[in-house]
């Protein structure tokens, strides 16, 4: 039987190869420390678990909630921002509760999105950021771009050979998969290109508070004037480790977050109001909890970017996210990405996420994440010691069994 057209449209999903061969593996016994999927293993903090337990006790709360979230979460959002980042934001007309950002990207697609419209996206990227939009009918220009001079000169070549002109611009710093981050000065320079060509700016923010060496990343819509064409996402799955929780935000102009929120008032009713009232008690925190979660990020960050450096494969520290970007080792790098993955689960018992899932561009590379904790990335790094010694030894064995015929 035919697929149906939407589904024609997504490719085979990569990471459901990687887990079929971990859950495989895990069957016959192995002990797979899995740094692949980014689900935070910490708990959430125990006052928002105390104030989702007070609330839930109360049977008003258990009746359908408000799609756009309820009125105290939406402010408290928009005092995070002032507080965080200086914007002033209008929790009435400026900020929408989302089920996650992944939720919001997906539904601001179905918003915005006319057959055939053309979006500028990075590549790598998180799935989402193309895929909305594609499912919502639109077209993607991949742009192999990072935050630095060579961004605005890639977007010009994005428009000059697009028809019909590009609707709007993705960006995603600290970055899902590369952990690059954005300067202030990048995304004045962005908005003014953006503003100059009529073009839409969706930023993915979902990272802000994971960064290291204290540089905290700026939003964009810090830069005067952004909020005329951006719309900005935030969650808080990594912030406080509530990933189940499905809670994110979507915030700016107010255009945009209208259209977005009469999309969702047909699609859902909102999380739990348990959750939003929790969710708005750790945002009015008095960030301690933040700081506590981003503290463990980081040793783990030093942690993996040693031992493994140690083992023989060197990764570059990332500044900020839960991710490290990994370039494969010289030797495997003619595999690819998901063959090197599939190698790892198989010789060294590791998970990872091959970076092709991100997009073409990203196959030189996996995606490493901080999701265990540091005596299970060393138990890791010795892993990954022992195959690459084998390896080195005989070269010819490395072909995944996945693989062979």
Request: charged share 20%; hydrophobic share 40%.
């Amino acid at each position: 039987m035919e697929e149906f057209h939407k589904v024609r449209r997504l490719p085979p999903y990569v990471f459901e190869q990687v887990n079929r061969l971990k859950a495989s593996a895990r069957s016959r016994g192995a002990d797979i420390i899995d740094l692949g999927m980014g689900n935070p293993d910490l708990p959430t903090p125990k006052a928002i678990v105390d104030k989702l337990c007070e609330v839930v006790r109360d049977p008003r709360t258990h009746r359908y909630s408000a799609s756009r979230g309820i009125p105290g979460l939406r402010r408290a959002q928009a005092s995070y921002y002032q507080r965080r980042f200086g914007v002033k934001l209008n929790p009435d007309t400026q900020v929408v509760a989302t089920l996650g950002s992944k939720e919001g990207f997906a539904n601001m697609a179905q918003a915005i999105t006319a057959p055939g419209d053309v979006i500028l996206c990075p590549n790598p990227t998180y799935p989402i950021h193309a895929f909305g939009f594609i499912m919502s009918g639109g077209v993607i220009r991949s742009l192999q771009v990072e935050p630095d001079d060579g961004f605005i000169p890639a977007v010009e070549r994005g428009i000059r050979h697009s028809i019909p002109k590009p609707l709007a611009l993705i960006l995603n710093y600290p970055s899902n998969p590369t952990a690059l981050v954005a300067t202030l000065d990048f995304y004045k320079d962005v908005v003014a290109f953006a503003k100059k060509n009529d073009i839409i700016i969706l930023s993915d923010l979902a990272y802000s508070e994971i960064y290291f060496d204290g540089n905290p990343p700026p939003s964009v819509l810090q830069v005067p004037g952004a909020i005329d064409i951006c719309v900005e996402f935030t969650s808080m799955s990594k912030t406080f480790s509530m990933p189940g929780w499905r809670m994110g935000f979507a915030v700016g102009n107010e255009r945009l977050i209208s259209a977005l929120t009469r999309v969702k008032s047909y699609l859902d009713y909102g999380a739990f109001t348990p959750i939003q009232v929790a969710a708005a008690h750790a945002l009015n925190g008095d960030g301690a909890d933040i700081a506590e979660v981003r503290e463990v990020y980081h040793k783990r960050r030093d942690v993996l970017v040693d031992s493994f450096t140690r083992a023989g494969w060197t990764i570059p520290a990332p500044a900020a996210s839960m991710f490290a970007w990994a370039p494969i080792p010289e030797q495997f790098r003619h595999l690819g990405s998901l063959e090197y993955s599939k190698l790892l689960i198989e010789h060294a018992d590791v998970a990872v996420a091959p970076g092709v899932g991100f997009g073409e561009h990203g196959d030189d590379f996996v995606r490493v994440a901080l999701v265990e904790n540091e005596h299970r990335i060393r138990q890791a790094a010795r892993n990954i010691k022992r195959f690459l010694a084998s390896t080195a030894k005989q070269p010819n064995n490395v072909v995944p069994l996945a693989s062979r015929r």
